[in-house]
């Protein structure tokens, strides 16, 4: 399937996602249509990670090493704000905020 080129093309992809509220996004055959679109600053956060997934699937990991970098994925990879990774562990942002430095100078 290639992925829609033109403005109009994209808006009724994007249309037909907001619609559906993500459930078309389950079915393989769309997602390389959305993920393209995820390096583009012009579309909305919102739109351009429609098909990422969610921070239940992200978070399966129960050890601490495990988390930091599941936290640094969620929110580099997938877009999620540190208040929305946050929320979702229940501990305060600035948390997330060092575990992700952490990540990242290990990487380094």
């Given at each position: ?19 559906q ?12 249509l959305?993920?393209?679109q995820e390096?583009?600053k ?40 540190l ?9 305060h942002?600035t948390?997330?905020s ?5 990540v ?5």
């Open positions: 399937m290639a992925v829609p080129q033109s403005k109009d093309s994209m808006r009724k992809v994007f249309k037909y996602t907001e619609n509220r993500g459930r078309v996004l389950k079915y393989k055959k769309f997602r390389p959305v993920k393209e390096r583009c012009a579309i909305p956060k919102l739109k351009r990670y429609a098909n990422r997934p969610s921070l239940s699937e992200i978070f399966q990991e129960k050890d601490k090493r495990g988390k930091e970098e599941q936290m640094h994925q969620a929110c580099q990879e997938y877009g999620y704000t208040k929305e990774i946050a929320e979702y562990l229940g501990v942002y948390t997330v060092k575990a992700i430095k952490r990242e100078n290990e990487e380094n």
